[in-house]
């Protein structure tokens, strides 16, 4: 029995860790990845995209997307999800890990 605890609790933990790792809700009042990285596709009223660290024009006040739902949102900006890995805890976090990765992949 002790041996089957020791061999099941790892794996209970394992699985814990990664599903609390990986799924994570989008932060209200966040925006940062509406700000932080660059975007090359065209974005209604930015036609060019938008520059690293410069405000989407779509983010609005209340830093939630003005296009979510409009078939004009980027595809880049639907397929991307909160993670921890980018997100961070707070919002000041998600700037700093969004500029990194952005510096990393430039
Ligand atoms: S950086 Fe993360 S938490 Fe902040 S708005 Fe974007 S997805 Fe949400
Ligand atoms: S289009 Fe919406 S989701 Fe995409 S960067 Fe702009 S505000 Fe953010």
């Known amino acids: 029995m002790a041996h089957l605890v020791s061999l099941l609790w790892p794996d ?19 925006g940062a990845c509406c700000i932080a990285p660059s975007i090359s ?6 036609p060019h ?18 296009l979510f739902g ?14 921890p890995v980018c997100c961070g805890e707070t919002r000041e976090d998600a700037i700093r890990l969004l500029g990194w990765l952005e510096q990393a992949t430039a």
């Open 12 to 30: 209970y933990y394992r699985a814990r860790f990664f599903t609390e790792w990986q799924f994570m809700d989008c932060r209200p009042g966040c």
């Open 41 to 46: 596709s065209s974005i209604p009223g930015m």
């Open 49 to 66: 995209g938008k520059r690293a660290g410069e405000r989407c024009i779509q983010l609005g006040a209340d830093f939630l997307c003005l």
């Open 70 to 83: 409009d078939p004009r949102r980027p595809v880049v900006c639907s397929a991307f999800s909160a993670d």
